[in-house]
């Protein structure tokens, strides 16, 4: 087969299962019917397995930043915990040495 | 050796001072404010006597009153410039303050706590400011652990307190810059005088130290779950904005607190155990919050920047 457009030799290859001509002169591709769809199915196949993870969920409020080893505080993680030790622990804790 | 009569001493030093002060006293008002091995509080009228540590040495108390006597926009002035001796006790003699309410977590000055510190660490440090006290008193902390004896609270305690560098457990000099710091910042080293705001109280631990180490004890309570993160951010934002210099340019603050705020979370932990024990109190849910953290903290390597710090 010769290429429509420089007229030099055209080679087919098989790409995942699509047959492929291309121009050896001027590297131009020829599909037959149907093989561009097939292109795009297989594209679309490989998108979906390299998709990046969905976006982490939000944060409620933009927590204080504390050392690793601290309580958590409040909102997601059982804020009434905290709530809790305040009344507690304040007359005790946060008036002694 | 004879048991001394203290308390009733104590006070009748305080009344006499306070009648020099006011002929006309109304004598209301009058009692003991606290009474531990570690330092007597009694007050007459506007007048309040400390009998302090048994141990005390009476030229660092005498320049600690300097200091207070030096800086009365900070620290609360002292009637007297030197200790007198009650039967081999160091006293102290000081004006009447308002303390802050222990029963209503809502009115505490946080704004004013983070103001006092940075302006106290801002202070120049003379140069025969004695050191403050702070490491010093948790490790004393811990070493009162011996007496609990066979705990299960004891090991986790322990366990955070060997995670922390030596000059943090008083086995090493205090990081430079030094500033001049409180050594024992709580929430009842706050009161307020007639016709004053409030006044940082208590120097017995004042002197040149990590200004950091102050901060330690609100980061610990907020670390703990104790303090809630808008107190926190109250107390943070004050201190910044009056230019306090332990956070100076650092982006995270917990590079520069967490080893204080370990250290504090240990000795408040100690303490409250040893107290419970002695007691013969079960430990409760506030006593296991600090626990709790002990165990997080001996599971976590301290930040080694401080320690880095020239």
């Given at each position: 087969m010769q290429c429509p457009k420089c007229r030099a030799p055209m080679h087919t290859y098989n790409r995942n299962g699509v047959q492929i001509e291309q121009c050896s002169g001027c590297r131009g591709i020829f599909l037959d019917y149907g093989e561009l769809e097939s292109l795009t199915r297989l594209e679309s196949q490989w998108s979906q397995q390299a998709a990046p993870p969905p976006p982490a969920a939000p944060q409620a409020y933009p927590a204080a930043p504390q050392p690793a080893w601290g309580a958590p505080h409040g909102g997601?993680?059982?804020?009434h915990h905290y709530g809790h030790h305040r009344n507690?622990?304040?007359?005790r804790m946060l008036f002694s040495s | 050796m004879t048991a001394i009569p203290l308390l009733p001493e104590l006070t009748a030093r305080a009344e006499g001072i306070a009648h020099t002060r006011?002929?006309?006293?109304?004598?209301?008002?009058?009692?003991?404010?606290a009474d531990r091995p570690d330092g007597t509080v009694v007050r007459h009228a506007d007048t309040v006597a400390k009998a302090h540590a048994?141990?005390?040495?009476a030229t660092e108390l005498t320049r600690r009153l300097a200091l207070a006597s030096r800086h009365p926009d900070v620290l609360l002035p002292p009637l007297d410039s030197v200790p007198a001796d009650l039967h081999g006790r160091l006293v102290t003699f000081w004006p009447y303050g308002s303390p802050v309410d222990?029963?209503?977590?809502?009115?505490?000055?946080w704004e004013a706590v983070g103001t006092l510190l940075a302006l106290l660490h801002r202070t120049p440090v003379p140069e025969a400011a004695p050191v403050m006290r702070g490491p010093l008193k948790a490790a004393r902390a811990v070493a009162g652990l011996r007496a609990v004896g066979d705990h299960p609270a004891v090991a986790p305690v322990r366990d955070a307190w060997v995670t922390l560098p030596a000059w943090a457990r008083a086995e090493a000099p205090m990081p430079q810059p030094a500033a001049l710091c409180h050594g024992d910042l709580h929430l009842g080293q706050l009161v307020r005088t007639p016709g004053a705001s409030w006044r940082l109280i208590d120097?017995?631990?004042?002197?040149?130290?990590?200004?950091a180490w102050d901060l330690g004890r609100p980061a610990a309570w907020f670390a703990c779950g104790l303090l809630a993160p808008q107190e926190w951010g109250r107390f943070l934002d004050a201190y910044r904005a009056a230019g306090g210099p332990a956070l100076d340019a650092a982006e995270d603050p917990w590079a520069v607190l967490d080893v204080p705020a370990r250290a504090l979370t240990v000795q408040t932990a100690a303490r409250t155990v040893t107290k419970a024990v002695a007691d013969g109190r079960p430990l409760d849910e506030v006593d296991h919050a600090l626990i709790d953290a002990c165990r997080r903290i001996a599971a976590v390597p301290a930040e080694l920047a401080h320690e880095s710090t020239k």
């Open positions: 997601h993680h059982g804020g507690k622990g304040f007359g | 006011t002929p006309a006293c109304s004598c209301e008002a009058s009692g003991t404010l048994p141990d005390a040495d222990p029963d209503d977590p809502d009115a505490a000055p120097v017995d631990d004042l002197g040149a130290g990590t200004p």
